[in-house]
């Protein structure tokens, strides 16, 4: 391991967003093919049957400027689409639209949270709109084309070298994923592919002047993949080096299963590509007042709220819990507007630490002012942690209020203080208790908890477990 010690790995990725138009970029036809057919979500222009020419599609622009705001980036004033030549066989025009010279989204910014609670800055070289290629399907001795995908409007997401761990991968992916959900460009599925990550990774000594040479690992389609791609390659990279080999400038596959890259083609420069301007396509131009009233409609990204939650105390897991689900985070904003910070925590406690919390979303979700009564409920003692969490659960389906909910299942505390004397008294004169009494008043405090506890046992945890703990305490 000391080998790798001594060398630094440095990663620049670039990611394929999908955005969630109705039709492509520059076609009629759906741009959701996830169920469908093979080549059914195809027209004329996708076919590029002579005489067809596109039209840009006005929303895939709209969706560009609000993937923006979320990059913390500027936007041109003036973009305009080229044409990429390459041989891509699922691409029957012969050359990709896209944007290669005047990109719409300029550089920018963005703030990535690590797992050991830095930040790192991760710089935006640009991102262009283009459209998606469509698949092949290799069999033995043959190809099959799906043109479903051809055509599909994209933004390609241009980091600079910036990240030097695969953890600090992993956290840039997930962002940039979270990021361009929250900001309603795109669904952000990553099992079909409406986001892919192309992470180039390159090694060098530590201290050295200048970068190594950079392969490309293509088409990554998860979080974990990213990191463990970056890993192995980091270590496959330093292993060609010091054999004294070198590393040659390639685009390289993930093979999940092996858990290892794979060479696929060598790594075409720009000029390989032959880009020139697409004349078909007017430029887009855009004011300031376009841009300011697009980004004026995004919401609240990820970083408002750990903004807004930064007070709270919460552990970095309940956050993280809490922003992978737009509209829990959204509504956990809504109770905060409700309540006071140890309510709120409550409230987020529940969301992040329920196993079930996915199938429930798919039943509906809480109202802000259900949440917050149920969490002062809590904090007056009127139920139990143990109640509330089954209230909370219990909110999802059906249509009562939480005191509703706790009277139908018998799960509201009593504070009655007669009532509750009974039980402890009950509870000391019962041998059993006798040598927690015995702990407690040799100064063994923790010992209370056993007493409060038959207390709640003998009350059918009606008993307010304070009310119950004061007593004992007066009581000894």
Request: some cysteine.
């Amino acid at each position: 391991m000391a080998k790798y010690d001594d060398y630094e790995m440095t990663i620049g990725i670039e990611c394929h967003v999908q955005l969630k138009t109705a039709t492509k970029l520059f076609s009629s036809a759906n741009n959701d093919a996830r169920e469908a057919e093979p080549n059914s979500c195809v027209s004329a222009v996708d076919y590029g049957l002579p005489g067809m020419l596109p039209v840009l599609n006005k929303e895939a622009v709209h969706l560009a400027v609000r993937a923006a705001k979320a990059l913390g980036a500027d936007v041109a004033r003036e973009s305009s689409f080229d044409r990429k030549h390459y041989f891509y066989p699922d691409l029957p025009k012969g050359y990709q639209t896209t944007q290669m010279y005047q990109p719409i989204i300029l550089s920018g910014t963005i703030e990535v949270p690590l797992d050991n609670g830095e930040v790192a800055p991760v710089r935006i070289h640009h991102a262009h709109l283009e459209e998606d290629a469509g698949k092949l399907t290799h069999e033995s001795g043959y190809s099959l084309v799906d043109l479903n995908r051809a055509g599909t409007p994209l933004i390609e997401i241009v980091s600079e070298p910036d990240i030097h761990s695969a953890e600090a991968a992993r956290a840039y992916a997930t962002e940039l994923q979270r990021r361009m959900v929250y900001a309603g460009v795109t669904y952000g599925d990553l099992y079909h592919g409406n986001m892919r990550f192309d992470v180039n990774i390159s090694v060098a000594k530590k201290g050295a002047s200048e970068l190594g040479v950079r392969t490309e690992i293509k088409n990554l389609n998860s979080f974990r993949s990213v990191e463990r791609a970056a890993e192995y390659e980091f270590k496959r990279q330093i292993d060609a080096l010091e054999a004294g080999e070198k590393v040659r400038q390639e685009t390289r596959g993930w093979d999940d299963t092996k858990q290892a890259t794979f060479s696929q083609r060598s790594k075409e420069d720009a000029q390989d590509y032959r880009y020139m301007p697409d004349a078909d396509i007017p430029p887009v131009r855009l004011s300031d007042e376009e841009i300011a009233a697009i980004w004026a409609e995004v919401p609240e990204l990820p970083a408002d709220y750990r903004k807004a939650w930064s007070g709270l105390g919460l552990d970095r897991s309940v956050v993280d819990s809490l922003l992978a689900h737009q509209q829990v985070a959204q509504r956990v904003r809504e109770v905060q507007q409700l309540l006071d910070a140890d309510q709120v925590v409550k409230v987020a406690y529940w969301f992040a630490n329920n196993d079930q919390l996915a199938e429930l979303l798919e039943r509906g979700l809480p109202t802000a002012e259900s949440l917050a009564e149920l969490a002062a409920m809590t904090m007056q003692g009127a139920v139990s942690s143990g109640g509330a969490k089954e209230i909370f659960a219990a909110l999802f389906t059906e249509e009562l209020s939480p005191k509703e909910i706790a009277q139908a299942r018998g799960l509201l505390q009593s504070s009655d203080t007669d009532f509750i004397a009974e039980v402890v008294e009950a509870v000391l004169a019962d041998p059993a208790s006798q040598r927690s009494i015995e702990d407690i008043k040799n100064g063994k405090d923790k010992a209370i908890g056993y007493l409060v506890g038959q207390v709640m046992k003998r009350s059918q945890g009606k008993a307010n477990p304070a009310i119950a703990q004061k007593l004992i305490r007066e009581r000894l």
